[in-house]
């Protein structure tokens, strides 16, 4: 069953917490996750495998450079989820 946005948002803050060490309550599909939540190159890209694992979604590397915002993430997986 696909995940609704409010719980796609909810496993990327989780994700974000695990990897990052963000409190969760301060990612919000707004925040730019470089600017805001400073995840770096590296840790983006143990976002994305853990995204892809959780929400069962393939997010190849060409698209990850598109995912500025958490809800830019968000989106991406609503659309791209079986």
Known sequence: MA?????ITEGLA??????AGIPTEDVKSEKSFTDDLDVD???????VVA???????????????????????VS???KHQD
Do not use: C, H
Not at 3 to 7: I, L, R
Not at 14 to 19: A, L, M, P, R, S
Not at 52 to 61: A, G, L, N, S, T
């Open 51 to 73: 995204a892809e694992e959780r929400f069962d979604v393939k997010i190849p590397d060409d698209d990850v450079k598109n995912l500025k915002t958490v809800g830019d993430a």
């Open 41 to 47: 190159s590296l840790s983006m890209v143990e976002v």
């Open 3 to 7: 995940a609704t946005e409010a719980e």
């Open 76 to 78: 991406y997986i609503l």
């Open 14 to 19: 989780e994700i974000v917490n695990e990897i």
